[in-house]
């Protein structure tokens, strides 16, 4: 029986660390979400004619509540045929499968959730960053087969969402949040409609342990999201399948150590709880660019973490860097760059980025890069919050040689900030408070905007240039199949400038600027050499879970963001400001939830 099963479960969480074992509202959530998983096998049995000596798994458990032979019993139907739902669950191939205890150790280990959040969570959007929208939901279902050792795990959705802007970006289901444009341009006098299934998602989760103490994790997830040089919509559109995450991760709960090795979301990002992979706080929004003000990247990178009994978090990680200089759009008369490459107020050449090769995308530039980028972050777990805090460093490289021909130079620079996150239970599963910032320099690729992260110096050499990110975010939960949420974000870049010998100012934030042909309207665009300075955001939507039971579940989605773009202002007194509505309504089919 399911609810002999409580009582193992049970028995595992009151030898755990007392973090767990003290919160029996979470204990009781078990309970009730048990007796919920036990009514609904009880309902499939019915419906397949199944007798009750069956095997049921719940959550990667074997519980077997009547006679039964050998070590791997099947469902059978009465006419003996096999029931393909029933029997994939439990489906072995080339060896023995997890011990109870190793399977237990994993549930425990990898689906964190379930022990500190209530199970059921993940199906009545109660969550701050349901997994269901913001990921794939993969961790709260149990293995649909096992090899060897290994369970796995399948997640994903179906994504068909329907976009409206009201200035044309030309831009998928990712809004470029930076682009939009000023009245100069064509664009900005129409909008736009762009319907999508490219954020539809899929993804695997492999899990096996060595010992109970010890857990291995193979992750892969996947969208349609890339664009192939044959991509179009016209007829077939042609887009493609892209890495989102593909990691592996090592996790010992006796020593509370865990590594993670692959592309995953950046440890900038904030956290539900802990520093584990899958638990990131990311805003239950639409957009596959998330909204102005939150932080994150997702890059390869190798991450080391530290629990304190499940409490106190210590994560260090080295990710791949990558920088966005600003050489463009500097000045009408007087561009920061000239004759290709060539600083114009010194005569120096530069070399800074170069264009892909090998597996690398020829039609893409890349930055010199120096060394990785560094996350050290501490976070805190208590009942009714969670708190991050965190330092980043970074290391910006160009090469230079000067008017005159001298040798060539390499130029490095530092840069960095410091940030922090905290998820408020403010009304515990009705009501959740969100909040990040990161401050520093150079810290512009951390931003959905895509704020430059430097510019240069006369000489050469690279210069960051102080920025700051935010956003704070209120999401509630009515019902258990209702979830609604409000985000306002902002993105700031501050001034980097030095003046030439001619006389004019370089670099990111001048003043000198004539900038009254962006207010000019002209079929063929203009020019705007305008420098943006902030965008800011307010977004509200909601999701409501439609549809669930064996067939899998259905949900939809509505929002809208009103955005505004501001510039710095030129040296005849204009101030460019744009800004734009978007508003998306999406439908989703999640067939293993």
Not at 31 to 40: F, P, S, T
Not at 235 to 255: E, F, L, V
Request: charged share 15%.
């Amino acid at each position: 029986m399911l609810l002999g099963g409580v009582a193992i479960m049970l028995g595992s969480v009151a030898g755990a660390p007392a973090a767990w074992a003290d919160d029996m509202a979470e204990i009781r959530a078990l309970h009730a979400e048990m007796r919920r998983l036990e009514a609904k096998v009880e309902q499939l049995e019915a419906r397949h004619g199944m007798s009750r000596g069956s095997q049921n798994v719940v959550a990667g458990r074997t519980l077997r509540s009547g006679p039964h032979t050998g070590s791997s019993a099947a469902y059978s139907n009465p006419s003996g045929q096999i029931s393909a739902m029933p029997d994939l669950s439990r489906l072995t191939i080339g060896g023995p499968a997890l011990s109870d205890d190793a399977q237990a150790a994993a549930a425990a280990e990898n689906t964190m959730t379930e022990a500190i959040i209530p199970a059921q969570a993940k199906l009545d959007l109660d969550s701050s960053s349901p997994l269901a929208i913001t990921q794939t939901g993969v961790d709260s279902l149990p293995p649909v087969f096992r090899i060897g050792g290994v369970s796995v795990r399948l997640g994903g959705f179906i994504d068909f969402s329907n976009i409206y802007r009201s200035k044309n970006l030309t831009s998928g289901p990712a809004t470029s949040w930076g682009s939009f444009p000023y009245a100069n341009s064509p664009n900005a006098h129409t909008g736009e409609y762009r319907p999508s299934a490219q954020l539809t998602r899929l993804s695997v989760l492999l899990q096996g342990s060595p010992t109970k103490d010890e857990t291995l994790s193979g992750y892969i997830e996947t969208d349609f999201g890339g664009a192939a040089g044959t991509a179009n919509s016209y007829q077939t559109n042609s887009y493609t399948p892209r890495i989102r995450q593909a990691y592996m991760t090592y996790s010992n709960t006796k020593w509370g150590f865990h590594i993670l090795a692959g592309q995953a979301w950046s440890l900038t990002t904030g956290y539900t709880q802990g520093l584990l992979s899958r638990h990131e706080q990311l805003p239950p929004v639409v957009d596959n660019n998330q909204i102005p003000g939150i932080v994150f990247t997702r890059v390869p990178q190798i991450r080391f973490i530290k629990d304190f009994g499940r409490k106190w978090w210590l994560g260090l990680s080295l990710e791949a860097p990558q920088v966005a200089y600003a050489t463009s759009g500097s000045a009408g008369d007087h561009q920061m760059l000239s004759g290709g490459d060539t600083l114009a107020s010194s005569g120096t050449t530069l070399l800074y980025s170069n264009a892909g090769s090998g597996m690398l995308n020829p039609n893409a530039k890349y930055s010199m890069d120096v060394a990785p980028d560094i996350v050290l972050k501490g976070a805190l777990d208590t009942k009714p919050a969670h708190y991050e805090i965190y330092g980043l460093a970074r290391w910006f490289k160009a090469m230079s040689q000067s008017a005159d021909g001298g040798p060539i130079r390499e130029r490095v620079a530092f840069a960095g900030g410091v940030g922090g996150d905290v998820t408020v239970h403010v009304i515990p599963r009705y009501l959740q408070f969100t909040g990040n910032v990161l401050a520093g320099q150079g810290i512009g690729r951390y931003g959905p905007a895509m704020l430059p992260d430097a510019t240069f110096k006369a000489n050469g050499t690279p210069a960051p240039i102080p920025e700051i990110i935010g956003s704070m975010g209120l999401i509630g939960h009515p019902t258990p199949n209702l979830l609604v949420y409000l985000y306002g974000g902002v993105e700031s870049a501050g001034r980097r400038t030095y003046t030439g010998t001619d006389g004019y100012q370089y670099g990111y934030g001048v003043n000198d600027l004539a900038l009254a042909s962006c207010d000019v309207e002209q079929i063929s665009g203009g020019s705007c050499d305008a420098q943006t300075h902030t965008i800011a955001d307010l977004t509200v939507g909601g999701w409501w879970h439609v549809l669930q039971g064996g067939y899998g579940a259905v949900m939809t989605g509505v929002q809208y963001t009103y955005l505004r773009k501001f510039a710095y202002r030129g040296g005849d007194g204009t101030d460019p400001t744009t800004g734009g509505n978007t508003i998306y309504v999406t439908f989703r089919y999640l067939p293993f939830q």
